[in-house]
């Protein structure tokens, strides 16, 4: 049921922008003047903070998932996944001022704020 309503409000939700980077461009020019452009593109947004989130411990798939979040100015970084809370005060470190937090905790945080425009 969950999934069902999250798939529902997908297209509610944004996803993040900046998640690969163009290197540049291969040609390729054939025997009969074909020719043949393609991009050459990479999932690594920011390699310097890939290769720091790898040496903390994380795995490539992870590493990735929390690059992106940097790359794109998130605020939070919401999960219930053992490999980032377990190196939370680590990464945070790293990825300031980017703040990872379980989904109760945000959503604790969430009734605290003021409602927007000042409205209580």
Do not use: W
């Amino acid at each position: 049921m969950k999934r069902a309503e999250l798939e529902a409000a997908r297209g509610e939700m944004s996803a993040v922008a900046t998640d690969h980077v163009l290197l540049g461009f291969s040609n390729l020019t054939g025997p009969y003047g074909t020719i043949a452009v393609n991009p050459i593109v990479t999932d690594i947004v920011d390699e310097a903070l890939f290769a720091n989130l790898k040496s903390i411990g994380l795995r490539d798939p992870d590493a990735r998932h929390l690059m992106y979040a940097v790359a794109n100015d998130c605020d939070r970084f919401v999960t219930l996944d053992r490999d980032f809370l377990d190196r939370q005060t680590a990464l945070e470190a790293r990825c300031r001022p980017l703040r990872i937090v379980k989904p109760s905790e945000l959503a604790a945080e969430l009734r605290r704020a003021p409602a927007p425009g000042g409205a209580s």
